[in-house]
């Protein structure tokens, strides 16, 4: 039994730019959901934060030692805060803007984090019983690419038909890329040559999109998954929150 993470469609669809830390870290919270249900709350009936240990952590996503978890975990708590979210219409029109999280906390001495999603985030993480996508967390536990994971959760929300459209304003528009991609431009006449194929080197997709320098290329992870599904069993180090 594996940690599942599960989105609403729109969510997957929505604008927002993560560092590979932060992105880790809310992929480890809201695989401990179980998104059939509310959000869990307190007496208070106030979100209640979701741990993360550093321990867990490191086990999760293959860290070499917990000095380099204890390092991931400050950083992605540092302005995990100031991070937002941007949905948009049918139309392309921007729908709203919210932040991922009202609270976040590290706490070196227990060696955790305690993250509290906001209330505008639950609709697209909880209650879920329809247009959603599931994959299994140690999918994406090795790639070092904030761009591919973005890439892989759309490629899994097409992954029954097999097939998925999307220009290229709309990609710069949802993964926020740092320097704008420029067209390839063909020497005159090169329209008219026969094109041949090229072998490229294996890296993550979406390189070109200006990635952070300290993110290594690795292969984007296999897509052996089972359908959409709201029941997603949770085990592992990361236990479902209550």
Not at 126 to 132: A, K
Not at 140 to 148: H, L, T
Request: aromatic share 8%; net charge positive; proline share 7%.
């Amino acid at each position: 039994m594996d940690l599942v993470v599960t989105k609403s469609n729109e969510l997957i669809r929505a604008s927002y730019k993560l560092t590979i830390n932060e992105q880790r870290l809310v992929l480890a919270c809201i695989a401990q959901l179980d998104p059939r249900f509310p959000i869990p709350k307190t007496r208070e009936r106030a979100i209640r934060p979701i741990r993360v240990t550093v321990s867990d952590f490191a086990e999760t996503f293959h860290l070499s030692d917990r000095s380099t978890a204890y390092t991931a975990l400050q950083e992605a708590t540092d302005r995990l805060y100031e991070r937002d979210i941007k949905t948009f219409d049918e139309n392309g029109r921007r729908h709203g803007r919210f932040r991922w999280v009202q609270a976040v906390e590290y706490h070196q001495r227990q060696g955790c984090v305690e993250l509290t999603f906001t209330q505008n985030v639950t609709p697209y993480i909880t209650l879920l019983h329809r247009h959603f996508t599931s994959y299994l967390l140690k999918q994406i536990a090795s790639v070092n690419s904030i761009y591919a994971i973005r890439l892989f959760e759309l490629l899994m929300q097409f992954k029954v038909t097999g097939m998925v459209a999307i220009g290229l304003d709309e990609l710069k528009l949802l993964l926020r890329p740092r320097r704008q991609v420029q067209p390839v431009r063909q020497p005159q006449g090169a329209r008219h040559r026969p094109r041949r194929a090229r072998a490229h080197r294996q890296g993550q997709p979406g390189d070109h999109l200006g990635g952070d320098p300290a993110e290594s290329p690795c292969h984007l992870p296999a897509l052996p998954v089972p359908g959409e599904s709201a029941g997603c069993p949770r085990s592992g180090g990361l236990a479902r929150a209550h």
